[in-house]
């Protein structure tokens, strides 16, 4: 599945939820927020092939 | 995951309060949590006339926002340190949140002021960006509340950039500062606004979530010396305890609280000398601001542009 993250476009591995996702990607999860087709959702989110997925950093340095 | 409060699909799960919420109920979590800070440790009240610091960014933009709804009228302040293709977008944003909120926003332009953007000025002022940044962006932020009425300023700062600052004060054991941090910064009648920071016990990642779900446009880009911010290590190192531990970062913070105030009473109050040109807190003589201000030879007052969405009489 596409996948993107800080703005860049990646191919992953198909993985069942986005808690599987964050942690095959090694994403800590205080760290990023994940919107799929365009929505917020919770890790335990099931993950269907054409879901569109974006990974939003919340850190903000400065 | 279903929400704690209503049952409907929830869009965020809060590890650190046990609690799963609906983008309704997260909302107004969020919005009672600034509220509750604000009147429990009296950071704002009825009679103040405050002022947001706001950077285009997630943190200050929403709370910019939230203290509107709230009914916390406020009125913004935007620096602008001339930073290539990042500044000039940050202005954008404030500017499109003051239309929103119909609000004004004083404008302070380095550029304008200098001839300098704060890259060169750090250069040959001889201190890091972000140090020469800090520098100006305090000073000035209380010196419009002076020169403007204002009493009260309200910084953006969230939780995260909170605990990571009291790591590294913590780290070198910074003396000096360690003890002075907390939610509000006392006034000094004549020379120094109150200052205050709503967001205190809100983390990056709720403020982030707020400011999506509310589709508040911000700026997504880092400014661009932050890079290799330290402030970014200990926010990493913090956010992987959090993630073993949720609830540490909140429990950092909160403890800080409680022994601060108790030293804080111990200490002797330090006394504080004044510029004798601006009358802002400077140990030893003229203060940094001032003596950049005569290197480059400029006199007189510092000029505030006005931002007043179209519509706004006042
Ligand atoms: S990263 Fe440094 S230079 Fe950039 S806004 Fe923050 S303090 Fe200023
Ligand atoms: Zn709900
Ligand atoms: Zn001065």
Redesign the pocket.
Known sequence: MIVEIDGKTIAVEKVPNVMRLMEKLSINKEAYLVIVNDRLVTEDYRLNKDDSVKLIKVVSGG | MKCRVCGGNAVINLKAYNNALCARDFISFLENRVLKTIQRYRLISDEDRPLVAVSGGKDSLSLWYILNRLGYTSEGIYIDLGIEGYSSLSLDKVKSMADMLQRKVYIFHLMETLGKGIDSLSRIIKRSTCSACGMIKR?IMNRVCMDRGYNVIITGHNLDDEASALLGNILYWKDEYLWKKGLELKETEGHLSKKVKPLFLCSEREMAAYAILKEIDYVRDECPFSVDAKSLVYKDILNRIEESSPGTKLQFLKGYLKVSRTIKAQRKKEDIDY??????P?SGG??????I?ERFGIEGGIKFDEYKPVGLST
């Open positions: 000073y510029c004798p040109i601006c009358g802002y400077a003229i203060c940094s601001f001032c003596r201000m």
